[in-house]
Every structure is written in C-alpha cells, then in structure tokens.
C-alpha cells in the first residue's frame, strides 16, 4: 500500500504563486511517473504536469512557461510550482503516482485563485 500526502494548496490572488508538495511513502518498490492533475467543478481531472523518474517532463499548454514539476527521488517527493496563477488554475490539484504496475492517488488539495 502506498500513501499520498499533499500539501501547499491555499488561496491566492492572481498573478501570485504557490507551492504543492507530495510525499509518498508504504510499498514502494519502484516509482515511474510522478505528477499532479486538476478537477474543476463541472469539469474533467486534466493532466497539469507529470515528470518521469529520468527527469523527462510533461505539461498542459495552459500552464507552459508558469508551472514547473520537480522531484526528490530520494525522498520519493514530487512538487510543483506554480507562479503567474490565474483565476482559471482554480481546481482541486490531485498528486499520482505510478509504479509497479499499479497507480496512487493522492486525496487532492484546493487552489483557488481570486481575481
């Protein structure tokens, strides 16, 4: 079994920043892909950024050039920072994690963005 807490979601105005942060831990042999979604009210969980454990990164076109994913493998922690927010990066961000064949998820953290 493998936990996910995450941390660092909150309110912010636009054009400010935040810090979120997912610490995995429990039976983890081997850890791929690392990354964070978004759900909206109404709308889909979407993609916002993932990172593989070789470094290769992957981001939404809306947040190209704004959010940057990073990892501490050794620590098996992933964060994404996110910077210029706009009201429409209001959603509920959920960590995942996949490895072994198997994915986690994290129980998701709010970011509202006011205008």
């Known amino acids: 079994q493998v936990q996910l807490v995450e941390s660092g979601g909150g309110l912010v105005q636009a054009g400010g920043s935040l810090r979120l942060s997912c610490a995995a831990s429990?039976?983890?042999?081997?850890?791929?892909?690392m990354g964070w979604y978004r759900q909206a009210p109404g709308k889909q969980r979407e993609l916002v950024a993932a990172?593989?454990?070789?470094?290769?990164?992957n981001y939404a076109g809306s947040v190209k050039g704004r959010f940057t994913i990073s990892r501490d493998n050794a620590n098996n922690t992933v964060y994404l920072q996110m910077n210029s927010l706009k009201v429409e990066d209001t959603a509920v961000y959920y960590c995942?994690?996949?490895?072994?064949?198997?994915?986690?998820w994290g129980q998701g953290t709010q970011v509202t963005v006011s205008s």
């Open positions: 429990g039976s983890i042999f081997s850890i791929n892909a």
């Open positions: 995942h994690v996949s490895g072994g064949g198997y994915d986690y």
């Open positions: 990172i593989t454990s070789g470094g290769s990164r």
